[in-house]
């Protein structure tokens, strides 16, 4: 199932979207309660799972509330995360190559161990808003589409073996990055941190939604021009590896979101590179999410 944060007549509530993709039912309908994303996943019960997935393939004119899907304003799934979003850096063999490209950097071909870094997030931009430019910090802004991992319970010391069990589900986040930023401070949390740099969305897709591991196509386009084209199998570290880590002296909360990395093509891969600019709409889609859209303002 797909699950949504959303606004409707100047509401915001929690809904979960029907099978063919064109309604939103809201949650209050079925006699849950939950005030925000993160409350959810911390205290969902398996039989309201089963009770969210049955209702999302019923007629829409027999669940109290349901709205057709043009009719609501999607926020970001979780629009204030509790805590930073963990991130993967070069973690596609192809983007680790143009990344190296640009920094002018020897590469290997060798990538021994997971790059991780914090990215700060106050509140996530949800799909259709404006991306900021920072232009008077920023000249090199670039979009990262990427899969994030969404943890459903707390993890300590997990074995790979075990990682889906400890996942609530995916989402799609667009890693906005101040490229020269994020290289002059020789750390990446200011270049990849600014305000509005977190577009998420449009929807959380249950873990059972998609195969395990998630083998699946992400792109991105700017403009409409096709950039980025790759697909989940080709992550260097996987994410039962990722969790599994991580985990071993870092306990994960309920509610943590683990970006797992880009594929080339981003702006910084091109020669010359090809940075984004007030006005471009950068479009993110992971099969079986969906797509988020926004735009970069002035």
């Not at 941190?193 to 699946?216: K, N, R, S, W």
Request: with cysteine; proline share 6%; net charge negative.
């Amino acid at each position: 199932m797909r699950l949504v944060t959303y606004e409707i007549e100047h509401k915001s509530g929690l809904g979960v979207i029907s099978k063919d993709g064109r309604w939103i039912y809201p949650l209050t309908s079925l006699d849950m309660d939950y005030k925000t994303m993160q409350e959810l996943i911390e205290n969902i019960s398996d039989s309201e799972k089963q009770l969210l997935d049955y209702a999302s393939g019923q007629d829409p004119y027999k669940i109290k509330g349901a709205a057709p899907m043009e009719e609501v304003c999607l926020k970001a799934p979780i629009p204030n995360p509790r805590q930073d979003v963990i991130c993967l850096g070069v973690n596609y063999m192809a983007h680790a190559e143009e990344s190296a490209r640009y920094k002018k950097e020897e590469f290997s071909g060798e990538r021994p161990f997971a790059i991780y870094f914090s990215k700060r997030v106050n509140q996530a931009t949800a799909p259709g808003e404006g991306i900021p430019s920072h232009q008077d910090i920023v000249k090199d802004l670039d979009y990262e589409a990427e899969l994030a991992v969404i943890i459903g319970r707390e993890a300590s010391h997990v074995p790979v073996s075990q990682v889906k069990d400890y996942i609530f589900g995916y989402t799609i986040i667009n890693d906005v990055s101040a490229r020269t930023l994020q290289t002059q401070h020789k750390q990446w949390y200011f270049g990849k941190g600014l305000d509005g740099f977190l577009p998420m969305g449009p929807c959380i897709a249950t873990v059972d939604e998609l195969q395990y591991p998630p083998h699946v196509q992400i792109q991105s386009r700017v403009n409409g021009e096709l950039r980025q084209d790759s697909n989940t199998r080709l992550l260097i570290f996987d994410i039962d590896h990722i969790v599994s880590e991580l985990s071993q002296g870092m306990t994960l909360k309920a509610g943590t979101i683990i970006a797992t990395g880009t594929p080339a093509g981003v702006g910084m891969g091109f020669d010359p590179p090809r940075f984004l600019k007030p006005g471009d709409v950068v479009e993110c889609t992971i099969e079986g999410i969906g797509t988020i859209a926004n735009k970069v303002m002035d």
